[in-house]
């Protein structure tokens, strides 16, 4: 069985690794992972700031979230699935505890920077698309940016 709980600090390498697999599972080339390495890092300070919350089955870590920002608005930050359980309800069990989370802090709307692979998930989530936003690792590449009301 999955569940959700807060990541620690000890973690953060194994976050990071997962996160490069999660978006190589798309068939990005070398070059563009590394272009992508540094946005993709979690370091262990930075663990509790912003608030990941990570899906463990067995003692294994399945994908992770992060919950940025302040209130009354902020940003799912980073969502990532392992690739061996894209397809399980684990970034479902992710999205809907982040929003129990934003809404128990007092959030009202969450911005989410979507990698296009990525957009079908959160649109089926309920988010709507409000844009487009500039990669932060990539120039010139544009991403969908979408919007979630907290309830």
Request: proline share 5%.
């Amino acid at each position: 069985m999955v569940s959700i709980r807060a990541a620690v600090a000890a973690e953060a390498g194994l976050l990071t690794e997962l996160a490069l697999r999660s978006k190589a599972h798309w068939g990005y080339d070398e070059a563009f992972m590394a272009s992508c390495r540094a946005e993709l890092t979690v370091t262990a300070a930075e663990v509790a700031p912003r608030r990941a919350r990570v899906a463990v089955e067995d003692g294994r870590i399945l994908g992770f979230t992060t919950l940025e920002g302040e209130a009354p608005q902020g940003d799912l930050g980073m969502c990532f699935v392992a690739p061996e359980a894209m397809g399980r309800g684990v970034g479902r069990l992710l999205f809907q505890a982040v929003l129990r989370e934003a809404a128990a802090l007092g959030f009202r709307r969450l911005e989410i920077a979507s990698d296009p692979h990525a957009e079908a998930f959160y649109l089926a989530m309920g988010a709507v698309r409000s844009g487009s936003t500039p990669s932060g690792s990539i120039p010139g590449r544009v991403l969908p940016l979408l919007s979630c009301q907290v309830v």
